[in-house]
């Protein structure tokens, strides 16, 4: 008889540890917070925000598009899970957040005007940190048989691999779980950087996963995920209370709950005086072909957690391929060097033919261009090829701009990043016969229509004259100015111009990616001057030993080396040309960065 009933431990083993659905992560959550006492009242405070942001009017959201990184943790062929495996997870988070899923016809009438597209979509990184082309997977041998709820899997000195920049990138940790695991995932803000992600097991990665059960549907990803984006169960986790309705998914639009439902109840299934438990939702314990929905609240609640606590996946290049040579052809609408706009005009001498004077009687404010995508883009900077420029106010600053499209799709809408830059150096860079460079602190993330160009004080006797294509050359309706009343206008809405031109602007992607990282802090280096005119340069900072380096625009390294003592750096910057850079100061915790301007020697 023993040997009969181990038997059918054999064959009904892997069926029996899937009975039901074990999702470590409100286990790892406590953990967290008895290592650390103030987490509790940290996560209250977080979530009263989160409250006074859902009280707030709604904005228009834009489709946010989170890099993920896969590290693939094995000790044998079945654990190295194939790439096939993984690009089907990615395709059920994208069905799942975008309410795209097959089964979402299944939502029940009296939950499907609150079923929500969380307007969030995923992709496999196609940029590494460090700026090189990727696949989004990473794949390591271990010696680790089977991972815990330790973060063991999360660091290469313990069998794991180390997390690629958490702001920047949602790592999902791919092992073999003990205890039944399917996974877990760590709520913003409740451990270091290092440590935050989503662990999954193995079986229960992808779709129709060997070995997965009721669970090899994808969804366990879908439930840590939202775990990572700041959910909760949605029965509000009070297992333990001796009143089990008394606990709060901290989402308003979720019914009442009296605690976790397993594999596929009939509805309707009432507790705590609802009408139904949302048992078909992501965030209960169901099997994954009975899960079909998020609810407006949870979309509201993850959506502001992004804003609020992963606010660096919406400026990260994670989803951007490697730029190309065409990506980086910063003049590829210049068809010739012929002056033609009139930039910032109070009264200038003509210069040559092709230029427009005058005093301004247009009272222009603004000019911008036309682009288009049609994929996501995150744009850094922009390059200009200004004429003329002549600075009478040392202290005059223009403004780099990229504006949305507006509501009507034609011309520009809200401002999406801007820069100030000073016109003086605009001067420097048209005498050594080179562009102008601008890069956003906050990039603009672009998809479709938008538009780029430049925002100028009325401060009297200051010139900017801007090239464009020649006369002969023109591309009807791409260039649009703003006119002191608040009105965009294209060009051939006025018989002066006669037809659209487009302007000697582009977008820039290239960076120097290196800059790019995650950091513990960031804080901005003091330079002088800025531009610099004579060859040493004075860089005021905040650490006391470390490095430093410059890099190009083209992220070069071109110049290093070892932080001298004091809080002041004297660079040599005599043999670098003429154009933009980027410095970095670093001692391997805190990093600085700034940006400055060369002039000619």
Same mark, same amino acid.
């Given at each position: 008889?023993?040997?009969?009933?181990?038997?059918?431990?054999?064959?009904?083993?892997?069926?029996?540890?899937?009975?039901q659905?074990?999702?470590?992560?409100?286990?790892?959550?406590?953990?967290?917070?008895?290592q650390?006492?103030?987490?509790?009242?940290?996560?209250?405070?977080?979530?009263?925000?989160?409250?006074?942001?859902?009280?707030a009017p709604q904005?228009?959201?834009?489709?946010?598009?989170?890099?993920?990184?896969?590290?693939?943790?094995?000790?044998?062929?079945?654990?190295?899970?194939?790439?096939?495996?993984?690009?089907?997870?990615?395709d059920?988070?994208?069905?799942?957040?975008?309410?795209?899923?097959?089964?979402?016809?299944?939502?029940?009438?009296?939950?499907?005007?609150?079923?929500?597209?969380?307007?969030?979509?995923?992709?496999?990184?196609?940029?590494?940190?460090?700026?090189?082309?990727?696949?989004?997977?990473?794949?390591?041998?271990?010696?680790?048989?089977?991972?815990?709820?330790?973060?063991?899997?999360?660091?290469?000195?313990?069998?794991?691999?180390?997390?690629?920049?958490?702001?920047?990138?949602?790592?999902?940790?791919?092992?073999?779980?003990?205890?039944?695991?399917?996974?877990?995932?760590?709520?913003?803000?409740?451990?270091?950087?290092?440590?935050?992600?989503?662990?999954?097991?193995? $079986?229960?990665?992808?779709?129709?996963?060997?070995?997965?059960?009721?669970?090899?549907?994808?969804?366990?990803?879908?439930?840590?995920?939202?775990?990572?984006l700041?959910?909760?169960?949605?029965?509000?986790?009070?297992?333990?209370?001796?009143?089990?309705?008394?606990?709060?998914?901290?989402?308003?639009?979720?019914?009442?709950?009296?605690?976790?439902?397993?594999?596929?109840?009939?509805?309707?299934?009432?507790?705590?005086?609802?009408?139904?438990?949302?048992?078909?939702n992501?965030?209960?314990?169901?099997? @994954?072909?009975?899960m079909?929905?998020?609810?407006?609240?949870?979309?509201t609640?993850?959506?502001?957690?992004?804003?609020?606590?992963?606010?660096?996946?919406?400026?990260?290049?994670?989803c951007?391929?490697?730029?190309?040579?065409?990506?980086? @052809?910063?003049?590829?609408n210049?068809?010739?060097?012929?002056?033609?706009?009139?930039?910032?005009?109070?009264?200038?001498?003509p210069?040559?033919?092709?230029?427009?004077?005058?005093?301004?009687?247009?009272?222009h404010?603004?000019?911008a261009?036309?682009?288009?995508?049609?994929?996501?883009?995150?744009?850094?900077g922009?390059?200009?090829?200004?004429a003329?420029?002549?600075?009478?106010?040392?202290?005059?600053?223009?403004?780099?701009?990229?504006?949305?499209?507006?509501?009507?799709?034609?011309g520009?809408?809200s401002?999406?990043?801007?820069?100030?830059?000073?016109?003086?150096?605009?001067?420097?860079?048209?005498?050594?016969?080179?562009?102008?460079d601008v890069?956003? @602190?906050?990039?603009?993330?672009?998809?479709g229509?938008?538009y780029?160009?430049?925002?100028?004080?009325?401060s009297?006797?200051?010139?900017?004259?801007?090239?464009?294509?020649?006369?002969?050359e023109?591309?009807?309706?791409?260039?649009?100015?703003?006119?002191?009343?608040?009105?965009?206008?294209?060009f051939?809405?006025?018989?002066?111009?006669?037809?659209?031109?487009s302007?000697?602007?582009?977008?820039?992607q290239?960076?120097?990616?290196?800059?790019?990282?995650?950091?513990?802090?960031?804080?901005?280096?003091?330079?002088?001057?800025?531009?610099?005119?004579?060859?040493?340069?004075?860089?005021?900072?905040?650490? $006391?030993n470390?490095?430093?380096?410059?890099?190009?625009?083209?992220?070069?390294?071109?110049?290093?080396?070892?932080?001298?003592?004091g809080?002041?750096?004297?660079?040599?910057?005599?043999?670098?040309?003429?154009?933009?850079?980027?410095? $970095?100061?670093?001692?391997?915790?805190?990093?600085?960065?700034?940006?400055?301007?060369?002039?000619?020697?």
């Amino acid at each position: 008889m023993a040997k009969f009933i181990f038997l059918l431990v054999l064959i009904f083993g892997s069926q029996f540890i899937y009975a039901q659905r074990n999702c470590g992560t409100t286990e790892y959550l406590n953990h967290c917070k008895a290592q650390n006492p103030a987490l509790a009242g940290e996560m209250e405070k977080t979530n009263e925000r989160l409250h006074q942001l859902e009280a707030a009017p709604q904005k228009n959201r834009q489709l946010i598009t989170i890099p993920v990184v896969v590290h693939v943790l094995y000790q044998n062929a079945e654990q190295d899970i194939p790439d096939q495996q993984i690009f089907s997870q990615i395709d059920v988070l994208n069905e799942d957040y975008r309410k795209l899923n097959a089964n979402a016809s299944s939502i029940p009438a009296a939950f499907s005007s609150i079923a929500a597209d969380c307007e969030i979509q995923f992709c496999l990184a196609a940029r590494s940190p460090e700026g090189l082309a990727t696949n989004g997977i990473t794949r390591t041998p271990t010696s680790v048989s089977v991972f815990s709820l330790n973060d063991a899997m999360k660091r290469s000195t313990t069998g794991g691999v180390d997390a690629w920049p958490t702001d920047k990138y949602l790592n999902i940790w791919v092992c073999n779980l003990s205890n039944n695991i399917l996974g877990f995932a760590t709520l913003p803000g409740t451990v270091i950087p290092a440590l935050d992600g989503v662990v999954i097991c193995y $079986k229960n990665f992808g779709r129709n996963t060997p070995g997965g059960g009721n669970y090899n549907k994808g969804r366990t990803a879908t439930h840590e995920v939202g775990h990572w984006l700041n959910l909760i169960h949605i029965w509000g986790d009070d297992d333990n209370a001796s009143d089990p309705c008394s606990g709060s998914d901290q989402v308003t639009d979720t019914p009442n709950q009296e605690g976790s439902n397993f594999q596929c109840p009939a509805y309707p299934s009432p507790s705590c005086g609802n009408s139904s438990d949302m048992f078909m939702n992501f965030m209960d314990y169901t099997y @994954d072909q009975c899960m079909n929905m998020f609810t407006t609240g949870q979309k509201t609640r993850m959506q502001n957690t992004i804003s609020l606590q992963r606010s660096g996946l919406l400026t990260s290049y994670g989803c951007l391929g490697v730029p190309t040579a065409a990506d980086c @052809d910063t003049l590829n609408n210049i068809t010739g060097a012929d002056g033609f706009v009139y930039y910032f005009m109070n009264e200038v001498l003509p210069q040559e033919s092709g230029y427009l004077t005058g005093n301004n009687s247009l009272a222009h404010i603004a000019y911008a261009d036309s682009f288009y995508t049609a994929e996501n883009k995150v744009i850094n900077g922009i390059r200009f090829d200004f004429a003329v420029a002549t600075t009478l106010n040392p202290s005059t600053d223009v403004v780099a701009a990229i504006w949305s499209s507006n509501d009507a799709g034609n011309g520009p809408g809200s401002l999406l990043a801007q820069s100030t830059f000073p016109l003086e150096g605009v001067e420097i860079n048209i005498e050594n016969f080179t562009h102008t460079d601008v890069f956003f @602190d906050e990039p603009a993330s672009v998809n479709g229509a938008y538009y780029v160009g430049f925002i100028v004080p009325g401060s009297y006797g200051d010139t900017l004259v801007i090239h464009s294509n020649q006369i002969d050359e023109i591309n009807q309706n791409t260039a649009w100015y703003l006119n002191a009343l608040g009105e965009w206008k294209a060009f051939s809405d006025t018989a002066l111009y006669g037809q659209a031109i487009s302007l000697a602007i582009q977008p820039v992607q290239c960076i120097p990616l290196a800059i790019e990282r995650s950091v513990i802090d960031q804080q901005p280096l003091h330079i002088s001057p800025n531009p610099v005119i004579q060859a040493e340069l004075k860089i005021r900072h905040a650490l $006391k030993n470390g490095v430093w380096q410059i890099y190009s625009m083209d992220g070069k390294l071109v110049q290093f080396g070892a932080l001298p003592f004091g809080n002041t750096l004297s660079i040599d910057s005599g043999e670098l040309p003429t154009g933009m850079y980027l410095i $970095k100061i670093e001692d391997g915790q805190l990093i600085q960065t700034g940006k400055f301007l060369k002039s000619g020697n």
